[in-house]
């Protein structure tokens, strides 16, 4: 979670963290606890009841009941009902920031003590020992001029021996050359992706907790199991799955065991059938006459036939028709 918090200069109120981080008072209590004590001396002097303060806010019925009691509970408000000199009763209420007993807050009513129930004043302090004597000023320390300058220091020689290139150039040849730095070998991909799953084994058991020196230990172990085709969600699930019951002492250790015990068999390289051979398809021939009775019309063979399919059915069916014909002669 992130916060943006900026201290207000005007129109705020002190609230202790008692009240603000109370377990048991809900939102509305708290925000009228809040609201009556930031309220001004002249509009606080005023005698309103609470039910017209938590009004103001939006409390009502159910809502203001209930943070009305869970504030007399936590002994932040009490009240006390008495009968007045004309026979009607009043009840007159106390809101404290701060939690008092019932001896506590009847103090308070009366004028008396406050919440701490510190009745005596605090004396004055006894002086300390002796009396504050008087402070010796003296001059600066005089010096003898000896009619000399003060000079600055000169800056220091440097003692180090020259380098190849300033040596060099001091005996008149070139320098060679600076050799490009070499670039850091860029991490494979399965690497990183390999050190973010160990790093949120965490959020699966509080006892997977490693540090980045030590997922970087791993990673590599961890990257072979992506190679071999395991996506990073199956390989969270066999690391978190059936831990010890007694607890795991060494996070590394366990992990760098199953990492290595249960690692799959290497993917098997299929390789894929090349599909068949079509083949070329025969050029088509050119349309001929069919020589059958009927008007003259024209077919497309396909080998060498000389007759039109038609044709061809006509004279079959004609062909089985003759013995039939001298059976019955």
Request: aromatic share 4%; proline share 10%; charged share 30%.
């Amino acid at each position: 979670m992130l916060r943006h918090a900026i201290a207000p200069v005007r129109r705020y109120t002190k609230a202790s963290h008692d009240v603000v981080r109370h377990s048991r008072l809900n939102s509305d209590a708290k925000v009228l606890l809040l609201y009556v004590q930031g309220l001004p001396e002249s509009e606080a002097a005023a005698p309103k009841p609470l039910s017209e303060h938590a009004a103001r806010l939006g409390l009502k019925g159910r809502a203001y009941q209930k943070a009305k009691q869970l504030l007399a509970d936590c002994g932040y408000l009490h009240e006390w009902r008495e009968q007045g000199a004309r026979g009607r009763w009043v009840t007159e209420q106390l809101l404290a920031n701060v939690t008092l007993t019932r001896d506590e807050a009847s103090r308070a009513r009366e004028g008396g003590a406050g919440a701490d129930g510190d009745d005596c004043v605090p004396s004055e302090r006894p002086p300390t020992v002796g009396r504050p004597g008087e402070r010796t000023v003296g001059g600066s320390p005089q010096t003898e001029d000896s009619g000399e300058k003060d000079l600055p220091h000169p800056p220091p020689q440097d003692r180090r021996a020259p380098d190849a290139d300033e040596a060099a150039v001091a005996i008149g040849e070139e320098p060679e050359p600076e050799a490009e730095p070499v670039p850091a070998p860029v991490p494979a991909p399965e690497l990183a992706e390999a050190e973010g799953v160990l790093l949120s084994l965490r959020h699966a058991h509080r006892d997977l907790l490693l540090g980045v020196r030590e997922a970087r230990l791993l990673a590599d172990a961890a990257a072979e199991w992506l190679r071999r085709g395991v996506s990073p969600p199956d390989l969270r699930r066999a690391l978190t799955t059936g831990l010890p019951t007694d607890g795991i002492r060494s996070a590394v250790g366990f992990l760098r065991h199953r990492l290595i015990q249960k690692l799959p068999a290497a993917r098997r390289q299929v390789t894929p059938t090349p599909p068949p051979e079509r083949t070329a398809t025969p050029a088509r021939r050119s349309l001929v006459t069919c020589p059958g009775p009927g008007d003259e019309h024209v077919f497309r063979p396909r080998n060498d036939e000389t007759h039109c399919l038609r044709c061809r059915t006509a004279a079959a069916f004609e062909a089985t028709l003759q013995p039939l014909g001298w059976a019955e002669a």
